[in-house]
């Protein structure tokens, strides 16, 4: 996959790698009561609370754009360069296909950030950790992710390849077209009103993020941005993360009932609707197609 200089724009990007779970945002008043605090106690509660720093009203952790350099860190980023280099460029590209699509529509696009982080950090939705994956938060409009995650995705689940790395990007920012078109709103309430349907209703709107990143697919293809082979990495990767897929990987049962993101085969069945048809028109998982 050949993405150009998307890699070289991070206005998007916040880098807090190196930062562990640093970021915890204060208003004025709290800032205060942590300073009054650590005066009384004798301790700095700043340190505790990983360098918490004033807010800046984003709902999200306010921290440094620069991540740590002691060689440790270094190290890591270093061998992360190449995984680094995918998120970014495909980050911008998806984005910047969105944009185009939406543009003049009742709902046009407007840009999510993305969060490089290692371990641990804090989004507008709570904790997040590595272990969680790659996720969406819609409190902050961030994309969260561990770089990491590749390496568990090409070795564990058997996805290696940089489409494979790119479809990963490219479903969560479907699901902050979800959320631009006003869809994750409508999910969420309907799953308040009808808690029975709360699973199904989770599997449906993951599936629609996958066909919307097969959707960014068929234009990075029009666009002759693929290599022979990537779609079928696209596939396997959506095929690897299915509810079914993981709970056998588990040595659990497959429960059908429990599934929330979608079986292996439906996952791979609607990214690829959204690459051959290249049109959000046909990303209705909600119509039971």
Known sequence: ??????????????????????????????????????????????????????????????????????PETTQRGRAEQGLEKVAIGTFNDTQKTWSQALAGSAHPYHDAKMVLFWDQTRSGCGAAGA??????????????????????????????????QAYVIAHELGHHVQNVLGISGKVQAEQQRNPSLRNSLSVKIELQADCLAGVWGHTAAA???????????????????????????????????????????????????????????DCDTFAGQ
């Open 1 to 70: 996959m050949q993405l150009g200089d998307s890699d070289s724009d991070r206005s998007n990007v916040e880098d807090r790698r190196g930062l562990g779970g640093a970021g915890l945002k204060l208003g004025l008043g709290g800032t205060v009561i942590v300073f009054i605090l650590s005066m009384v106690f004798r301790t700095d509660l700043f340190s505790l609370l990983g360098g918490a720093q004033p807010a800046d009203g984003t709902g999200a952790p306010a921290v440094s754009s620069a991540p740590a350099t002691n």
């Open 223 to 281: 666009r002759k941005l693929l290599d022979p082979g990537d779609v079928e990495a696209g596939l396997r990767a959506a095929a690897a993360v299915g509810d079914d897929h993981i709970q056998k990987m588990a040595g659990r049962r497959v429960s059908p009932e429990s599934f929330t993101h979608g079986s292996a085969a439906d996952r791979s069945r609607w990214f690829r609707r959204g690459f051959d048809s290249g049109s959000a028109k």
């Open 131 to 164: 272990e969680m994956g790659p996720f969406y938060c819609p409190v902050d409009e961030r994309v969260y992710i561990d770089l990491g995650f590749y390496r568990e995705l090409a070795q564990r689940f058997g996805a290696p390849g940089d489409f494979a």
